[in-house]
């Protein structure tokens, strides 16, 4: 089955700063690809997704890029404010046996430092 | 719009004790699924429901069953919980696979 792995599993940077996190996937039939954001106590939330026929996407100060190829995809946040604090988590979804069956990365602690 | 409601949010169990968690969607979204969340481990899948009246096994199902009632709820039923069963749960809906999945605020179930 598809295997997601994500780096780093935390992540100090300072508020203003980029931040940089990269996932890797195994099977390159997976087609779509969403970030979901957790914060503490909540539920995740999408932030931004990338299906497998774009090689770049962006959102205000959120873009990810997708390498079909290496196989890996990655989440850039810009400009970095204490509000970008949490876990982000990438996920890689494909096709099987009738539905599309979706994986999830381990997860990233942001922390923004003000 | 309350999106995806789960409850309870708290639950202590003993060992050997049952109990379903319940998740109701007001979305119209066909797919829903239930996760645990363990740290380090990110989400995994125990059960899914592509549309009503179809359910099916995920990435964790053993020691887990589900009911999809209707198209808004999906329920989530441990028949003799364990103490490995401790974990976050949430409850996901989309209205498709491959598109945008709205999450509960989870139950944090703890088994003693």
């Known amino acids: 089955g598809e295997n997601v792995e994500q780096h780093p599993s935390t992540l100090s940077v300072q508020e203003g700063d980029s931040a940089v996190i990269k996932c890797t996937y195994s099977?390159?039939?997976?087609?779509?690809f969403p970030w979901y954001k957790q914060e503490l106590g909540k539920g995740p939330q999408l932030i931004i997704d990338?299906?497998?026929?774009?090689g770049e996407k962006k959102d205000q100060r959120i873009a990810v890029t997708l390498n079909k190829t290496a196989k890996h995809f990655s989440l850039h946040i810009t400009e970095t404010q204490p509000e970008d604090s949490a876990v982000y988590f990438c996920?890689?979804?494909?096709?099987?046996?009738?539905?599309?069956?979706?994986?999830f990365g381990t997860g990233t602690k942001l922390q923004v430092i003000p | 719009n309350a999106g995806v409601t789960q409850t309870p949010k708290f639950q202590v169990l003993k060992t050997g004790q049952s109990m379903t968690l319940q998740c109701a969607q007001d979305?119209?979204?066909?797919?829903m699924y239930w996760y645990r969340q363990d740290p380090g481990m990110g989400l995994r899948l125990i059960y899914y429901?592509?549309?009503?009246?179809?359910?099916d096994k995920g990435e964790v199902p053993n020691g887990y069953n589900v009911s999809r009632l209707n198209k808004r709820e999906f329920s989530l039923r441990l028949e003799s919980a364990a103490p490995s069963q401790t974990s976050v749960y949430f409850c996901?809906?989309?209205?498709?696979?491959?598109?945008?999945?709205?999450f509960g605020q989870g139950t944090r179930l703890t088994v003693v």
């Open positions: 996901a809906s989309s209205r498709e696979g491959n598109t945008e999945a709205f």
């Open positions: 429901s592509a549309s009503e009246g179809t359910t």
């Open positions: 996920a890689a979804s494909i096709r099987s046996g009738g539905y599309q069956k979706v994986t």
């Open positions: 990338i299906r497998s026929n774009v």
């Open positions: 099977d390159s039939a997976s087609n779509y």
């Open positions: 979305m119209n979204h066909n797919s």
